[in-house]
């Protein structure tokens, strides 16, 4: 029998995950989607938890590495717009890739929930892309973080049900014209010790 890839037990234990949900899913659901047996299963895969943790950093990676790549330091007279423009990027990716996939987003949501941790990894890539992107060389003083902690209604899997509302779009730039002037600022304070 041709040996397994990961990507291929990633693909059966989102198909199982789909059917079941995660609840119900067990390791022996996803080696009989593969045709493999248990035992194979656990030769990649120490127990259900690590599977699945695995596959949603995975599907994670696929859904937010697109925008993180685009994270380049901008022009200083580019800055502004460069950060609002990634940031909506930012969310219209998590927004589509969210509720392509419910079942994942729910699992997402249930693994936040389970870490308590709200500066988790993930947050802090984020954080240090607007840093980039805004040339501010300093993590230490974690402007990024201020600024992805203001935006975090719109991506995160917590406030999912509150993307279809109407004012969604204007809640959105409210909230950036709160932020504007910390950006502005911050960018102000930079630009003076560049000179």
Not at 73 to 101: G, I
Not at 141 to 167: C, E, S, V
Request: hydrophobic share 45%; charged share 30%.
């Amino acid at each position: 029998m041709a040996k397994i890839t990961t990507e291929e037990i990633f693909v059966a234990a989102h198909t199982v995950l789909r059917e079941k949900g995660f609840e119900k899913v067990r390791l022996a659901d996803v080696a009989r989607q593969l045709g493999i047996s248990h035992a194979a299963l656990y030769k990649h895969f120490a127990s259900k938890d690590d599977l699945f943790d695995s596959m949603i950093r995975h599907w994670l990676d696929e859904v937010d590495n697109p925008v993180l790549e685009d994270a380049i330091r901008a022009p200083k007279q580019e800055r502004v717009v460069a950060l609002h423009d990634w940031l909506h990027a930012l969310v219209y990716a998590r927004q589509e890739a969210f509720s392509a996939d419910p079942e994942m987003m729910a699992y997402y949501e249930e693994m936040l929930a389970k870490q308590n941790d709200l500066l988790n990894p993930r947050l802090r890539l984020f954080a240090a892309s607007v840093e980039k992107i805004m040339g501010w060389d300093t993590f230490k003083h974690q402007r990024g973080l201020t600024i992805m902690l203001a935006f975090t209604y719109f991506y995160h899997p917590f406030f999912a049900d509150k993307w279809d509302d109407n004012l969604f779009q204007t809640l959105y730039e409210s909230t950036w014209l709160e932020m504007l002037p910390i950006i502005q600022q911050n960018l102000d304070l930079d630009v003076k010790k560049d000179d």
